[in-house]
């Protein structure tokens, strides 16, 4: 084993010298903490709106970096989501715009895309996933292949916190693996685990900077929240008693983290990303509900509001501003290209959707980036469910979780969100024109999005 160390070690080397790192650059840079929830609704936190939840460690995160109230997942499900995140493009260009497997051997988002964990490893990081996956289940597309050295956690879209199954899919298969190598651990709380492989990872790279991607599973189903919380919740009406004690769970184990982080002497050098990855589920398996988006309509799988406007925050102290809100409207693709600037490492010579926000993050005067943002959900099914942005006016076709009733013969649904940010009313037949000119853009947005 020590015999092939050294050519192992040199060829690093080399690969960092290539890309014109020195060793020196790469150990001043700044590390990386992604923080990944699942199906956690936009108001879900005090500082967005709970009033009933309790959440001081997502709320304290927040204080001391910048939240966004206009940011936005590109997708309303799981799996695009993610590909969006890791990759900076749109899930359509990522090629994953459809939920990911939950069953070994299937595979996932091509190999051939370019993720974060592999931007980070080129430029000299140690790079680690944690949790949920949820891209690709076989070895050409699971985390390490995909640019992260280590990897902890499941690679379907959920499972029992304790017997570590997925049950949701006949037959019952166990999902927990390191590194590619499927470890038993029954009966241990898969939340608690995750800090503890994520506290040895950024314990063993203490010296050395690092990104870590922290996909947490909660609130997705099954809703298991400590005894303690579950205690403290009973009087809440259900489903919204086992979501909160979900919550409240998930908030302890942030706090758990940066516990470690503080004790490391990290926290200075640490930009630390949070953010859900679309809105709060109404499946039966989460009782129907349980989550709030405040005065948004709509949940995950929808193209409304509450299925894709999430709480977003970055926290990187002494750094950025402290306790600032931003406006503009922002999206998940954005923080690829925004993490590069602030770690300066190259961008990839590669179509990249998401632009900047370094500036937007230092200032609440500055512009969008996204004047105009688009979505599809799904492949290419003769209904899709699409919508775009464009400044004030969003039109949505065939939306989920609308009436029949309240769309046009074509399937429109045109509203202004300052004027009516709830999105109950549809005056598609009052602006004709407009209609016309978002369905221009999302024909043309479509066009490009799938040929380059």
Wanted: hydrophobic letters at 35%.
């Amino acid at each position: 084993m020590k015999k092939n160390l050294l050519p192992v070690v040199v060829i690093a080397a080399i690969g960092i010298c290539c890309l014109g790192y020195t060793k020196e650059q790469v150990a001043k840079r700044p590390n990386v903490i992604i923080i990944y929830t699942d199906d956690q609704g936009y108001a879900d936190m005090n500082i967005y709106g709970s009033k009933d939840l309790v959440t001081p460690n997502m709320d304290g995160l927040a204080r001391s970096g910048v939240r966004f109230t206009n940011f936005y997942s590109a997708s309303p499900i799981c799996s695009p989501s993610r590909a969006a995140l890791l990759t900076g493009r749109y899930p359509q260009r990522a090629g994953l715009p459809l939920m990911g497997p939950s069953k070994e051997g299937v595979a996932g988002m091509s190999g051939s895309q370019y993720t974060l964990g592999e931007l980070f490893k080129d430029a000299g990081y140690k790079t680690a996933h944690i949790g949920k996956w949820h891209i690709g289940y076989n070895k050409e597309t699971e985390p390490n292949a995909q640019g992260f050295e280590y990897s902890f956690g499941f690679m379907g879209g959920c499972i029992d916190n304790y017997s570590h199954f997925f049950y949701w899919e006949g037959p019952n298969r166990h999902d927990l693996w390191r590194n590619g190598t499927e470890i038993n651990e029954a009966g241990k709380f898969f939340p608690d685990m995750m800090v503890d492989e994520a506290g040895k990872f950024m314990a063993e790279n203490k010296d050395k900077p690092f990104f870590m991607y922290w996909a947490i599973n909660n609130p997705h189903y099954p809703l298991q929240g400590k005894k303690k919380w579950l205690g403290y919740y009973k009087n809440l009406p259900s489903p919204r008693d086992k979501y909160a004690a979900s919550i409240s769970t998930m908030d302890e184990n942030i706090g758990d983290l940066l516990k470690k982080l503080d004790q490391l002497g990290l926290r200075e050098n640490t930009i630390i990303v949070f953010q859900s990855d679309q809105g709060f589920s109404r499946e039966d398996r989460t009782f129907g509900g349980g989550g709030s988006a405040g005065e948004y309509r709509g949940s995950k799988f929808s193209l409304f509001e509450g299925g894709v406007r999430v709480p977003a925050i970055i926290s990187w102290q002494k750094h950025i501003p402290a306790n600032q809100v931003r406006t503009q409207v922002a999206t998940n693709v954005d923080w690829f290209p925004t993490l590069a600037a602030y770690c300066n490492i190259k961008m990839p010579a590669r179509k990249v959707d998401g632009q900047s926000l370094v500036p937007i993050i230092n200032s609440a005067d500055v512009k969008t980036n996204h004047p105009v943002f688009n979505w599809q959900s799904g492949g290419g099914n003769a209904n899709p469910q699409w919508s775009v942005l464009d400044g004030e006016w969003k039109l949505l076709h065939s939306p989920l979780e609308a009436t029949k009733a309240e769309l046009t013969p074509e399937g429109y649904f045109l509203t202004n969100l300052k004027d009516d940010p709830s999105e109950k009313t549809n005056v598609a037949d009052k602006h004709p024109d407009i209609v016309q000119r978002l369905l221009a853009t999302h024909k043309a947005w479509l066009e490009e999005v799938f040929t380059q």
